[in-house]
């Protein structure tokens, strides 16, 4: 179970949508964290990497397996 607070606004919105389809607030709430999670984990993803930049190979490192080492 999660509780999240959302704006007034944003709760009226979501109650009419649920009032004119016959479906409940939770429906929606799903849907649009179906639709938008991975592009957010895909962002957050990407600064995390911007921030914290893994270690780089050149193709000689590479081919002498100088990657394969701890």
Do not use: C
Request: proline share 4%; net charge neutral.
């Amino acid at each position: 179970m999660l509780a999240v607070r959302i704006p007034n606004s944003m709760e009226d919105r979501l109650a009419r949508l649920a009032k004119l389809t016959g479906r409940p607030k939770s429906f929606y709430v799903r849907q649009a964290l179906e639709a938008h999670l991975e592009e957010i984990e895909d962002t957050y993803t990407a600064l995390y990497r911007l921030e914290n930049p893994a270690r780089r190979w050149t193709l000689e490192e590479l081919e002498r397996g100088l990657d394969r080492q701890g």
